[in-house]
């Protein structure tokens, strides 16, 4: 099947991309106490052994140090925890994250005022600072969360790889899009859950049963193909949606690390859940462009062909299977 082995090159060609790009964000957080004191956790990601990147907070002029920062190093993250004052506080001033412009990772900031009110943002290389505001403001918590969203799809490739199983499997456009529909309600549903608290599972068994949800369906397109048809193919959307419950509690842990805004729950929530959606549907977009266009290219592909892509989705998705459970 040449347009199998023709997005399988592309993939493979992408995947030092994906993967050299620091796609665990670094972390500020700041939590008033008092008018002009606030308790500061700083996260940056490791870089091996007692390594990290070289990220620093500076903040506005004017600001002391109450506390000493205690560092330590857990899981390849270094975080820091200090205390620090400025007179009349931090509103108005301008945060600077030193050295962001030298990396291609992102700082994700959550600023929560005493009276619970919280701003949230995204620095990026291009853009390593942001001013204290007085009140948040709806719109930028709207489009932090919604690129949060989109980003978190686009660079989690388990994700993207069962999604990608679904299309190669799904035969027909009404099936397919009945089928993303199903995953979508899923997902939303655990996702908005979870990150409310009414659901809790534990981050590393969920992970390794979302890898193990991608090797099911990389066999069931297999099966189909040697005319033996799967629960996967006769009801796509049932495997969809049960295994969508799954990739929502994914999503939550990965929107667990960055926080909600509490005055804007619903709000970020939705955004967030949006942005995966962008994200998955563009993903969709894209391959089935690129199925498209390869049909005009005068390559033919051997008998054998076709098995390509349902083995290498398979064998990427069985690694994280024992990795993930490996780190139980």
């Given at each position: 099947m040449k347009k199998a082995l023709v997005i399988l090159v592309l993939l493979a060609a992408g995947m030092p991309r994906l993967f050299a790009h620091e796609v665990r964000p670094a972390y500020l957080e700041l939590r008033q106490t008092s008018p002009e004191t606030y308790d500061a956790f700083w996260k940056v990601p490791g870089q091996g052994e007692n390594l990290r990147l070289g990220l620093y907070v500076e903040f506005p002029e004017g600001t002391t140090n109450v506390t000493v920062p205690r560092a330590t190093m857990v899981n390849n993250a270094f975080t820091e925890r200090w205390t620090v004052k400025r007179t009349g506080g931090l509103t108005g001033g301008t945060i600077h994250i030193a050295g962001l412009t030298?990396?291609?990772?992102?700082?994700?900031?959550?600023?929560?005022?005493?009276?619970?009110?919280?701003?949230?943002?995204?620095?990026?290389?291009?853009?390593?600072?942001?001013v204290v505001e007085a009140a948040p403001r709806a719109m930028q918590v709207a489009a932090t969360y919604l690129i949060l969203g989109g980003e978190h799809i686009l660079l989690g490739i388990d994700h993207l790889l069962f999604v990608l199983a679904l299309v190669l499997l799904v035969k027909g456009w009404k099936r397919l899009i009945g089928t993303i529909t199903a995953?979508?309600?899923?997902?939303?549903?655990?996702?908005?859950?979870a990150t409310l608290g009414f659901v809790h599972v534990p981050g590393p068994?969920?992970?390794?049963?979302?890898a193990l949800s991608i090797v099911f369906v990389a066999?069931?397109?297999?099966?189909?193909?040697?005319?033996?048809?799967g629960l996967t193919e006769r009801a796509p959307w049932v495997v969809a949606f049960a295994f969508g419950l799954l990739h929502g509690l994914g999503f939550a842990g990965a929107l667990s690390e960055v926080g909600l805004p509490q005055q804007a729950i619903p709000l970020a929530l939705l955004f967030f859940n949006?942005?995966?959606?962008?994200?998955?549907?563009?993903?969709?977009?894209?391959?089935?462009?690129?199925?498209?266009?390869?049909?005009?290219?005068?390559?033919?592909?051997?008998?054998?062909g076709w098995r390509v892509m349902p083995y290498a989705i398979g064998s990427v998705a069985i690694f994280w299977v024992i990795q993930r459970t490996a780190a139980f």
């Open positions: 030298a990396t291609m990772t992102d700082v994700l900031v959550r600023l929560e005022r005493l009276d619970g009110s919280t701003q949230v943002t995204r620095l990026t290389p291009s853009a390593p600072s942001f995953f979508t309600l899923a997902h939303s549903l655990t996702l908005a859950l068994p969920v992970e390794a049963v979302i066999a069931e397109i297999i099966r189909g193909r040697e005319g033996k048809p949006v942005g995966v959606e962008i994200g998955q549907l563009a993903f969709i977009a894209a391959v089935l462009a690129l199925a498209t266009a390869t049909r005009c290219l005068p390559v033919r592909a051997p008998a054998w």
